[in-house]
């Protein structure tokens, strides 16, 4: 049941209100942030006239357009934004059960999601309606289709019949399950100057897209798996010819389990020695993380792979059973060699010189599963070839396509899967301009 009716001026109060959920409101938080500002310009619109009528029509369009950008009603977007915050109560909530929770938390959350939901009852038709009464405009109703967000659909159904501050226990049970934070907001996400970045449009490769090595694809599969239901997968190192598809594969994980709670964090070779602190960030959370490094090798003056050797191996803290480390890399051995660095009886610079060879050469042999990526042979390049220009609807004759592809191979950077992408992509926009 709608509580009575209140002023713009009672519900600025309503949110500044708020203990635990303020950040809902916060700068980065766009649609809630537009949403206070037309509260107070209605306010002061309704006691005085021109500039602040003015003002009152721009903080509206504001409003309105964050939820058509985001394709929401203001009850649905508001909600969005409670399933994702980040406070005290969902932190605690997502790593607790509900009973294990503190009362005088819950106690605040409960007063929060009760003013929260008032909020979202003052939507587009109220607020619309209050403008159109103090300007002389009129504004198209807006019909909204049902929120396409996954998350926020089942918890709609469940507050149907109660109201949010009754329905904690649906609230904490997502966040015990799903997460909050920029986790639960985004499957791709990336390590850059000391904090989780998320990365909205992440590579669209699928699974399907990928032909050839599905030994290595299953082993990884497999392993993959192993992470998600909770038990302790191994490391990958994924070695190989450039151009087979190593990263592709990885990236390809995402979209096949980010809905079953995996997510992937891109960390560049720059950034290794931040590894330990990212995997203590990581460790509380309920989802699964492969952190991914692209491209690894370290010349013979860099010790970076010292802080993924503690991520690899463990120290005394204990390994963390929701994080895995996938690196891709063209070397077998990860640290590049010399033969001037193997020892002989005339050196006399270090004592143990062979420990040192053998600490560079055993540096890949700490991830648990190595899968090699060796160059496709002419059978295998023009079987990709064949699957691309399928998905791609080339209409062209077996023979003419594999010519072409042969050719191109040969003038370009040899047989292999971004060859293959490459003669494609570059075919397809051919024979669409000609």
Not at 118 to 145: D, H, M
Not at 361 to 388: C, K, M, N, W
Request: glycine letters at 6%; proline letters at 3%.
């Amino acid at each position: 049941m709608r509580s009575p009716e209140l002023s713009a001026f009672q519900l600025l109060q309503k949110a500044a209100s708020l203990l635990v959920y303020q950040s809902v409101f916060d700068f980065e938080q766009e649609a809630g942030q537009a949403f206070l500002a037309l509260l107070q310009a209605i306010h002061t619109a309704q006691a005085k006239v021109g500039a602040e009528v003015l003002n009152c029509l721009h903080a509206y369009g504001r409003w309105l357009r964050c939820l058509v950008e985001a394709e929401q009603s203001w009850q649905d977007l508001l909600l969005t934004c409670v399933l994702r915050d980040e406070n005290p109560f969902t932190q605690q909530a997502q790593q607790k059960e509900f009973q294990e929770l503190s009362p005088a938390l819950v106690l605040a959350a409960r007063h929060d999601l009760q003013v929260l939901q008032e909020l979202s009852e003052y939507g587009e038709v109220q607020l619309r309606n209050w403008v159109e009464a103090i300007a002389p405009v009129s504004f198209p109703a807006i019909a909204w289709e049902p929120s396409s967000d996954s998350a926020v659909t089942p918890v709609k159904l469940q507050l149907e019949r109660t109201n949010w501050a009754e329905g904690i226990e649906v609230f904490a049970a997502h966040y015990h399950q799903y997460g909050t934070g920029i986790a639960a907001r985004y499957a791709a996400l990336r390590w850059h100057q000391g904090e989780l970045m998320g990365i909205a449009h992440a590579d669209p490769v699928e699974l399907g897209d990928l032909v050839g090595y599905d030994t290595q694809q299953e082993a990884l599969l497999k392993n993959t798996e192993f992470l998600l239901k909770g038990y302790s997968a191994l490391h990958v190192l994924l070695y190989g010819s450039r151009g087979s598809g190593k990263s592709s594969l990885v990236k390809a994980l995402l979209n096949r389990y980010s809905q079953d709670g995996m997510r992937l964090i891109e960390v560049a070779k720059s950034n290794l020695r931040d590894l330990p602190a990212i995997v203590d960030q990581l460790r509380p959370l309920p989802q699964k993380f492969i952190i991914f490094v692209d491209d690894l090798s370290f010349e013979e003056d860099e010790d970076d792979y010292k802080a993924l050797k503690v991520v690899l191996e463990g120290n005394l803290t204990a390994r963390s059973q929701n994080v895995v480390v996938y690196a891709t890399s063209n070397r077998r051995h990860l640290i590049r060699e010399f033969f001037g660095d193997r020892p002989r009886p005339k050196d006399g610079d270090e004592i143990h010189a062979w420990d040192t060879v053998q600490e560079k050469l055993s540096f890949s042999d700490r991830f648990g599963l190595t899968l090699t990526f060796e160059p496709p042979d002419q059978a295998t390049y023009l079987q990709i070839v064949h699957h691309l220009a399928a998905q791609t609807n080339i209409s062209l004759s077996s023979d003419d396509l594999e010519f072409q592809a042969l050719q191109w191979a040969t003038r370009h950077n040899g047989r292999s899967g971004r060859t293959a992408r490459q003669f494609v992509d570059f075919l397809r926009a051919d024979l669409a301009t000609v």
